[in-house]
């Protein structure tokens, strides 16, 4: 379930090969390393020797105003998707999953008893994957007990589980709306069968129909679709068709990511080796079909609330955890290769399935490497995040870290201005049309000199 991931940032990434962290608004072609902007500073900086600070954060009180959210990294999957780069496991037995979710339900207990987080009340809780999904109605309900008795539930504002779904039955969505699940997200991506087959989803089409009458009836606060524009084998025939196909099922929210090809995934190895012998839509074609689908989805009574997202009008759907992420909250990242941030420390566990279930089975926590950030990047972060909601405002930044980033980052503002990227208002930093559709390449204008044509991961 890669573009949730993401879209949420709580992305367990392992990837090998450099991805140069540079702006391209002049981006023609799907290179090879292309990526998703998740987080700042990029992850090649994080490292072994902040762990320590990661502990005393760990060990330290929290800022009052700031809130908790848990991620919750399920691992397994029915298949690899061509373009996934994610830590998943398709190859586990019922036996090693329940070994798993008791370590991740232990990681969890671990970290209730720590300063950091005793007492605190979680904004939101969000499973993804991997396949979330994939586990057993029994297993999931065993799971959210033992979580709920480390760190209640009660209150929390949003709990997300993403599915897939031909993993979906009756049972196991009763057991989804009974744990307290209220956003349900749907990994469609794409109607056509031929082009789920080929970019190696597990699903097909007849599955979507078969559980939406059991979404429908569970009444789940709300229902996000996925797509994915320029997936291999797309054309505008089977685009339009998707794009139609989701506008009748009515979902509150629908979630659209441009097709990318980070490195360590089935399709960039078989590019990078001469293998793939199929095309690659370019940039300038995910966007047409992406701006398809928003203006489809917006005469369909739809607004826009990222730049992947639209909502539909007059509804409560809401995404309560990336709007606290890139708000800069605290959060709890558990499971196996899975990140997080605690008191101004960004922290990662091992990504190794061993290690990950050994250090917990010996009652330690699996953290692997850690960054301490600064305050400026910490503004950093936040501001290029709330770019892909199509509009920052300099007073938010003003207030929470006493800079005018219309001054500190003018040249930056100025040249994306100039190149038809964005509008510089007194009140409001707005995205063009242009620019929303190719947030993603804009951002590294703003990193730091030092963070700049450096690997990503």
């Known amino acids: 379930m890669f573009w949730r991931k993401a879209e949420i940032m709580t992305d367990t990434m392992k990837t090998f090969r450099p991805e140069p962290a540079t702006a391209r608004t002049d981006a023609v072609e799907t290179d090879v390393g292309s990526v998703f902007v998740s987080n700042y500073p990029p992850y090649s900086f994080w490292n072994q020797n902040d762990l320590q600070d990661a502990f005393k954060a760990l060990n330290s009180p929290p800022d009052p105003r700031t809130p908790l959210g848990l991620y919750l990294h399920i691992p397994f999957c029915r298949k690899r998707c061509k373009f996934c780069y994610f830590r998943v496991y398709t190859d586990k037995k019922s036996e090693d999953i329940q070994k798993y979710l008791d370590a991740l339900a232990h990681e969890v207990e671990l970290y209730s008893a720590l300063p950091s987080v005793t007492g605190r009340k979680l904004k939101f809780v969000y499973f993804g994957g991997g396949t979330p999904s994939f586990i057993s109605s029994t297993n999931l309900r065993e799971l959210a007990n033992r979580l709920n008795n480390s760190i209640s539930w009660n209150g929390t504002e949003e709990i997300t589980l ?67 524009a320029g997936m291999i084998g797309e054309t505008w025939d089977t685009w339009r068709d998707s794009v139609k196909k989701t506008i009748d099922i009515a979902p509150d929210s629908v979630t659209i990511y441009q097709m990318e090809l980070p490195f360590n995934t089935v399709y960039s190895k078989d590019y990078l080796q001469g293998r793939l012998h199929v095309p690659i839509a370019d940039w300038q074609l995910k966007r047409s079909w992406h701006e398809y689908a928003f203006d489809e989805l917006a005469m369909a009574g739809y607004e826009i609330s990222s730049a992947y997202t639209m909502v539909k009008k007059g509804s409560n759907a809401r995404f309560v955890y990336r709007d606290s992420v890139w708000h800069g909250c605290d959060m709890l990242g558990t499971g196996v290769a899975s990140f997080g941030h605690m008191n101004g420390v960004h922290i990662q566990n091992a990504d190794s399935w061993d290690t990950y279930i050994d250090s917990l089975s010996h009652d330690q926590l699996p953290l692997a490497r ?76 703003f990193y730091d000199p030092k963070y700049r044509n450096a690997r990503y991961t």
């Not at 082009?195 to 097909?204: F, K, P, S, T, V």
């Open 162 to 228: 993403e599915c897939e779904p031909g993993t979906l039955t009756q049972v196991k969505l009763e057991a989804m709306k009974k744990i307290g699940v209220t956003r349900l997200s749907l990994g469609i991506e794409n109607f056509d069968d031929k082009i789920l087959e080929e970019n190696g989803r597990a699903h097909h089409s007849k599955e979507i129909y078969h559980v939406l009458p059991w979404i429908e009836k569970l009444g789940f606060d709300q229902l996000n679709i996925d797509l994915i």
């Open 370 to 445: 850690a960054f301490t950030t600064e305050k400026s990047e910490r503004l950093i972060r936040e501001m290029i995040l709330q770019m892909k909601l199509g509009a920052i405002e300099p007073s938010y930044f003003q207030e929470k870290f006493g800079k005018n980033i219309v001054s500190e980052f003018g040249s930056a503002f100025r040249k994306l201005q100039d190149s038809g990227m964005l509008l510089i208002h007194d009140d409001q930093i707005k995205l063009t049309r242009q620019g929303f559709l190719r947030v993603d390449q804009l951002l590294p204008e």
